[in-house]
């Protein structure tokens, strides 16, 4: 660590000669050639924008030498996405944005490079928050099951696990702001630790990204990127209210940020408070309860040297747990978390920063997060209490490309320590240590201006040591460990632009999972079951093709995908047929080959002439099967949704206004699991209306959603509280206001 600190010290102290760069242009509508005021300009690699005078004219200025991609964007527009070479001289562009009903392509970050969707090999979905209508649930997972082939896996609306084609916890590795997200995340009892505030847009890869990521992506990856900087000159900011009539529930946040020519940061603060949730028919669930509160805080500073950014993340969650300890003694429904509950606090400070180099790039990432579990039984009382401390840290060095390529070489480490405290009644894990070391190459070419390749190779080695726990005469003796492993991965992949409109997409990987630190080493009761380790595991190796199609038209958008996962030593847990002294019984962790396979299709279709109802439809599928024929656990049933809506523009006093309509429906879930049951299928009807209204000449946002208006009592087969016989969330109705406010 202590050398690639002086390293990029050293960079940064030379004496290096820049360019005065700047750029300029005007922005116009393609329809009418009239400029558009308000449009945003924005230079991905330097985190810095500016928004179109009322000519349509943008400039910005103190770019350094080198490539770039510049993205051009306007509500209701297409987006366009340019690179450049700047070398000593302003360079003039103007951009022609064409209107369109359907949400266009965007550029994405979580594929190792700053592409466009339609650019990358490796298939990569972005859920906008900023203009997503499905914000009827206070379970902000729920949100991320809008894109084909996403799950979750639930404890209520307070605790939920994502799903990626049938792989879930350790086998999905979530991203803060592309930061590794470390709390605890191989338990489908444990959250997944992340709200939505000052979350711009979140990108999903669907498939192996262990090429990109190491360990844990598997199964794919969910990033969440943070909201861009105030455009330049601006001070603005916003406030978010959200009600919730069926646990009384409370939702807000404020956030103000700001940005000069070379400095931007920004603050935001958010709470959430739940009581019991009411499932269908009108009972509640006891202890379904959950409180979070949370503040982030961001500085940066960019010029043509470079771009430096400091991030500052704090979550602290209090969750009930419906356990059969917990629906004995609560019996009155409440608010306030007393017993039976788990908190996380979670710190998380970040630094991303990147130096021009004249043709070259050199990025350097570093974060440290701090996650203390605390769980609490009785008043007061915490039968278990633990430290995890992650300090991860990554160097990518962009080499000199044309227009066509891309070649980045890199270097990734973790350090992270598990600590138990204060000699609590339960040591569900010991105190542990781990190391991770890791090389990659990446590169991208183009040919014939259709074809597109990507590929590259990494190398992970890893060390993990644990320290002895209790006594040999104990039966949660364990004695310490020390396990090192070393893997390979790779993918290779390509997309075909046939025409405009139409695109091919093939990758093929070879990815990774270590065993974690739970899966070798648990030997206490966690929740409601007693879980043992096997420090005999070894990694799993996932080898995974996967084929889509995408067409899209200024109507219509058509997406196909099919993937087959070959995983050689699959980990997973299941009853045995043993028991503790006291008589609980024990689930293991075990290993098999296994394959998973399915795809998702969906389309969207925005008739002409009708320019006012917009139709989707999308469907997806997964099977996870054993070596020996038994079905996989967790594996979500197939899902259809059909969403209809109506928006205009402007109606009377309305701007933006729309109302829509939306079903779900899960089929019967009839492959279960050896220690899973048959689940029955369910059909789910929502409805939601929404609009601006102007004042002060702000534009306020205003929505009503009534999510499953018929009180359908069903459970999903991803629901946990199966195991305390309760069942999902029923009639809700939630009020959603957005004031944004800002000065120049």
Sequence with gaps: MKKYSIFFVVLFLCQLTFGQNEIGGIITDGSNNKPLAGATVFVIEQNKGTVTNNNGNFRITGLPNGKFKIQASFLGYNNLIETVFLNNKPLKLDFVLRQTPIETQEIVVSGGYNSTQHDNAVKIDVLNLATSKNYGSPNFAEILTAVPGVDMISKGSGVSKPVIRGLSMNDILVLNNGVRFENYQYSDHHPM??????????????????????????????????????????????????????????????????????????????????????????????????????????????????????????????????????????????????????????????SQNKLFLGNYKLEFNAAFQNTALIHFAGVDEIELEMSLRTLTYETKLYLPSAKNSEYII??????????????????????????????????????????????????????????????????????????????????????????????????????????????????????????????????????????????????????????????????????????????????????????????????????????????????????????????????????????????KEKLAFLHDAFIRLNTQTAFYQHNPAPDEEKTDGYSLVDIGVGAKLKAANQLISVGITLTNIFDKKYIDHLSTLKEVSFFNPGRNLTLTVKIPFGIR
């Design 193 to 350: 630790g992340i709200d939505e505030f000052g979350i711009e847009k979140v990108e999903i890869i669907k498939g192996p990204a262990s090429l990109l990521y190491g360990s844990d992506a598997i199964g794919g990856v969910i990033d969440f990127v943070k909201e861009k900087p105030a455009p330049v000159g601006q001070v603005t900011g916003d406030y978010n209210l959200q009600l919730f009539s069926n646990s009384m529930g409370i939702t807000n946040n404020l956030g103000v940020k700001g940005a000069s020519k070379k400095v931007f940061g920004g603050i935001r603060f958010g709470m959430k408070s739940h009581e019991d949730y009411l499932q269908g028919e009108g009972d509640f669930v006891p202890n379904s309860r959950f409180n979070e509160a949370s503040f982030k805080a961001n500085a940066g500073f960019t010029s043509k040297t470079g771009t430096f950014k400091l991030f500052y993340d704090f979550n602290d969650q209090k969750l009930g747990l419906t356990e059969p300890e917990a629906v004995e003694q609560v019996t009155e429904r409440g608010r306030k978390n007393e017993i039976w509950y788990q908190q996380f606090k979670n710190h998380l400070i970040s």
């Design 410 to 647: 890199g270097y990734q480490g973790l350090s992270q320590d598990n600590v138990n405290l204060n000699n609590r009644e339960t040591i569900l894990l010991p105190d542990a240590n781990t190391q991770n070391y890791s090389v990659f190459g990446l590169l991208q070419q183009t040919f014939f201006d259709k074809l597109k390749l990507q590929s590259g190779l990494r190398y992970d080695y890893k060390v993990i040591s644990t320290e002895t726990t209790g006594v040999p005469a104990d039966y949660s003796y364990r004695p310490g460990i020390d396990k090192n492993y070393g893997s390979f991965s790779g993918s290779i992949g390509g997309t075909y632009n046939y025409t405009e409109e139409l695109l091919f997409r093939v990758n093929f990987a070879a990815a990774y999972r270590t065993p974690n630190l739970a899966e070798l080493t648990s030997n206490g009761k966690h929740e409601t079951r007693y879980e043992l380790g096997n420090s005999g595991l070894i990694p799993q190796n996932a080898y995974e093709s996967d084929f889509s199609i995408h067409y899209h038209s200024e109507h219509v958008t058509f997406d196909l995908a099919g993937f087959y996962n070959i995983i050689n030593n699959y980990i997973f847990i299941t009853p045995s047929n043993d028991s503790t002294p006291d008589g609980d019984e024990i689930y293991k962790y075990q290993q098999t080959n296994a394959t998973l396979f399915g795809g998702e299709a969906g389309f969207h279709i925005h008739p002409k002439p009708i320019d006012w109802l917009h139709f989707q439809a999308t469907f997806a599928n997964v099977t996870g099967k054993q070596k020996s024929g038994d079905y996989l656990p967790f594996i979500p049933a197939n899902k259809l949704h059909f969403e209809v809506w109506i928006e």
